[in-house]
Every structure is written in structure tokens, then in C-alpha cells.
């Protein structure tokens, strides 16, 4: 069924294309979701972002470059607090993958001590 959404086009870079495509591949989406989730979920920083460009205008060169640097510095602390999440949920899923598995007792193998057994 055709949609009243708005629609856009973007050119990407070739790594984003790549991590796009491996996403939705593993996840079952189709690249459009995976696109249109991405996009949602920053929806609401975006939305503040423009609030803030918006209302830059109208201040002085130094309050502007200022604001600039701050936002600049936050984007990096972000950045940096979602790749250490990434990284410690890399480090679970490689250790959950290395870990022993536990296996049933091949049939007639008794689990525990024997009765009366001490």
C-alpha cells in the first residue's frame, strides 16, 4: 500500500552503505527501516539541535563559536559513551561465545553421587 509520508534520497558513503546493509541483513529489516528507525530515534536531538541553530542566529560571533565548541565536545562525549557501550556488549557477546556449553549426560550417565555413596 503506498504511503503519505514524506520521502527523501540520500548518496552515502560506502562504509555507511556497508554497515546499513550488514544491519538490516542481520536484524531481517529492510534497508529503509533500518534507515527510518535510525532517523526516529535521533528525531527528538535533532528536533533540539534546530531549536538551538534557530535561536544562534541571532547572538554574537563569540557566544556562537562558544556554543559551537560546546556542542562539538558533547557530540564527542556521546559518541564516546555509545562506542564504550558497543565495545562492552562486543566483549559479552565474544565471551558468551566462548564460554563452555553445558551439554545433557550421554544416556545410562548418571548426574551426582551414587546412593549411599559417600
Known sequence: MPTIKPRIQVTLEPDTWEAIERFAAASGQSLSRVCSS??????????????VMETSRSLSDRAKADLEASLTSGVRQSQAA???MLSLVTGLLKEAEEAPRLTAPAEGQRRGRARGVS
Not at 535510525?38 to 533540539?48: C, F, R, S
Open 82 to 84: 555509545a562506542d564504550e
Open 38 to 51: 535510525i532517523l526516529e530515534v535521533q528525531t527528538p536531538a535533532l528536533a533540539k539541535l534546530a531549536t
